[in-house]
């Protein structure tokens, strides 16, 4: 099972690959707008994280084999780290300033995911990895690249930004 932490920019991609490579796919994102998305891209679950606490959700799953977390959010990321099966792993696809916090009990209980060095395991055949999987795009004139710069970094651009230099301003 793998677990996809963020579903914007990064996330609504890695669902897309994950679900194709045959994982079992939960998306663990914040707010039920995103479960229609979720759902769309051929995830298998959805977990409101505003609402519920991902790792008793996970465990109760077995665990998952592979977190990819897309989120730049330490506090999060942190405390996702109950939710991996033995051996499992934790990949950050996003940067963020703080630093996370690693109970250090999983160190030495028998419940550690740690050490790693095990592959995810996704059922039936590779595909190519391009196979239909497809960024969701919004698109800015270039005039409004500071403008859209600022967007995305307060996140009110939730998948990728492309600045594109015919497109005609809007009216604001």
Known sequence: MVAIHGLGGLGHLAVQYATRLGCRTVILSRGKSKEPLADQLGAHKYIDTN???????????????L????????TAVSNLIGGLAHRGKLTLLAFTREPLELPETSFWSGDAPWPAGCAVTCSGPWPSASAGVRPIVEEFPLEHAGETYEKMMSSTVHFRAVLCPTLAPTAK
């Open 67 to 74: 977190i990819l977390s897309t989120a730049p959010n330490a």
């Open 51 to 65: 609402e519920t606490d991902p790792v008793p959700v996970l465990k109760a799953m077995g665990g998952d084999q």
